[in-house]
T-cell receptor, first 112, second 114 residues
Framework: QKEVEQNSGPLSVPEGAIASLNCTYS??????FFWYRQYSGKSPELIMS????GDKEDGRFTAQLNKASQYVSLLIRDSQPSDSATYLC????????????FGKGTLLTVNP | DTAVSQTPKYLVTQMGNDKSIKCEQN?????MYWYKQDSKKFLKIMFS???????INETVPNRFSPKSPDKAHLNLHINSLELGDSAVYFC?????????????FGEGSRLTVL
């Protein structure tokens, strides 16, 4: 079973801190990785995608990919209460007909 | 203008009934999906269509039958509903190419089976 694993949390950080969210995947051939944010009662929305080893930054968000370790992370700098949500890691595995496999999500709470 | 729209947003029904959920996207995407999200937030793919052709059919009971009349529409019909079918069902679409993969989700349809 090809899987994406995340710590379910909850992860609680104070406002202004760095939140670190982690994800591992089982299929070494996976090439595309995504972080989605889902507010309670809402649909998931894409916040970051990453395809190459290393870091990718977008505003307060940094995605990190290490294919050798089969590890993806998301760092949120200067965390705000509005960042409180469930963060879903997803991977596209080869030969999957475009299927995205999601992790079970990490619930992040940013405390004012 | 809503990019991916689903109807209805809420369904409450009795076990054994049949229900349908409709989805439409106005993004011009070729691929549409049905995902099921359980109470623990686990989002799992059920079906995918590319240009009206079924390309992903996960291990889903055959009580679930998708139908895509055209590439902008994907419907889901569920027969003989069971308690375990209670979940939020998300429709999504994407336009595929190298290094893409962004899914655009509808608002979800919350199904409660009593």
């Amino acid at each position: 079973q090809k899987e994406v694993e995340q710590n379910s949390g909850p992860l609680s950080v104070p406002e202004g801190a760095i939140a670190s969210l982690n994800c591992t995947y089982s299929d070494r051939g996976s090439q595309s990785f995504f972080w989605y944010r889902q507010y309670s009662g809402k649909s998931p929305e894409l916040i970051m995608s990453i395809y190459s080893n290393g870091d990718k930054e977008d505003g307060r968000f940094t995605a990190q990919l290490n294919k050798a370790s089969q590890y993806v992370s998301l760092l949120i700098r200067d965390s705000q209460p509005s960042d409180s949500a469930t963060y879903l890691c997803a991977a596209r595995m080869p030969g999957s007909n475009y299927k995205l496999t999601f992790g079970k999500g990490t619930l992040l709470t940013v405390n004012p | 203008d809503t990019a991916v729209s689903q109807t209805p947003k809420y369904l409450v029904t009795q076990m054994g009934n049949d229900k349908s959920i409709k989805c439409e996207q106005n993004l011009g995407h070729d691929t549409m999906y049905w995902y099921k999200q359980d109470s623990k937030k686990f989002l799992k793919i059920m079906f995918s269509y590319n240009n009206k052709e079924l390309i992903i059919n996960e291990t889903v009971p055959n009580r679930f039958s998708p139908k895509s009349p055209d590439k902008a529409h994907l419907n889901l019909h569920i027969n003989s509903l069971e308690l375990g079918d209670s979940a939020v069902y998300f429709c999504a679409s994407s336009q595929e190419g190298l290094n893409t993969g962004e899914l655009f989700f509808g608002e979800g349809s919350r199904l409660t089976v009593l």
